[in-house]
C-alpha cells in the first residue's frame, strides 16, 4: 500500500535499479509496486522477440516486429536500447512510459541494464538510482546455478556480464546488497522515502 500523500509532488520522478541476473530483482520490484511509500509504475519494456506462453502484450512488454522497432528507433522515441545476449533481438524503453507514469502521478521505475541506465542517467540527471547486488560473487554464483533453467554456457555469460556490471555500480546513487530480502526491501523504501521528503522541502 502506497502511504505517502504527497504523490502529486513527486510527479516526475525516475526510478532506476539496475543488478546482475540472480541479484533478486524480479522480486524486489514486483515487492516495491506494492509496497513502496511513494507511487511506482513500472515501466513495461518493448521487444522483438515473440511472446512466451501467457505473456500479455503491453503489461510484459511491447512486442514489436523489428521494422516497427527500428522505426521507432528513428523517430527516437526510445529513452535506450539493446540487443541483448547476442540473441537477435531487440529491448528497449519507450520515453512514453516515462510520460504514462507521470500522467498518473508516479515514479517511473525502471527496471534495466547498467548500459541503458547510463544512458537514461544523462537524460534524467535527477533520476534516483539504485544498483542491487548479492552479498558476493560466489552466492551470485551460487543463485545462478541454484535457478535450473540456463546451461553452462549461458552461466558463463551471466557471470562476465555481472563482473563488468559491477565496475559501474560506484555511478549510482545508492547501492543495496540483498543479502536478506526483508532488509533489502526495507532500505529501498527508506531511500524512497527520503528522496521524496528532500523533493518536497
Not at 41 to 48: D, E, H, L, P, R
Not at 58 to 72: A, S, V
Request: with cysteine.
Amino acid at each position: 500500500m502506497n502511504t505517502l500523500g504527497q504523490q502529486s509532488q513527486s510527479s516526475q520522478r525516475v526510478l532506476i535499479m539496475s543488478g546482475p541476473s540472480g541479484s533478486g530483482k524480479t522480486t524486489i520490484v514486483n515487492r516495491l509496486i506494492d509496497e513502496a511509500p511513494v507511487k511506482l509504475m513500472k515501466s513495461v519494456s518493448a521487444t522483438t522477440r515473440k511472446p512466451r506462453p501467457q505473456e500479455v502484450d503491453g503489461e510484459d512488454y511491447y512486442f514489436l516486429t523489428d521494422e516497427d522497432f527500428r522505426d521507432r528507433l528513428a523517430g527516437n522515441d526510445f529513452l535506450e536500447f539493446a540487443e541483448v545476449f547476442a540473441s537477435g533481438f531487440l529491448y528497449g524503453t519507450l520515453r512514453s512510459e516515462v510520460e504514462r507514469a507521470w500522467t498518473e502521478k508516479a515514479w517511473a521505475f525502471l527496471e534495466i541494464d547498467v548500459e541503458g541506465a547510463l544512458n537514461v542517467m544523462q537524460q534524467y540527471p535527477d533520476a534516483v538510482t539504485i544498483f542491487l547486488k548479492t552479498p558476493s560473487a560466489e552466492e551470485f554464483e551460487r543463485r545462478l546455478r541454484s535457478r535450473g533453467t540456463e546451461n553452462e554456457e549461458v552461466i558463463r555469460k551471466r557471470l562476465a556480464t555481472a563482473a563488468s556490471e559491477l565496475q559501474f555500480a560506484d555511478r549510482y546513487r545508492h547501492i543495496v546488497v540483498n543479502d536478506q530480502l526483508e532488509r533489502a526491501i526495507g532500505e529501498i523504501c527508506e531511500i524512497l522515502k527520503s528522496e521524496e521528503t528532500a523533493s518536497n522541502a
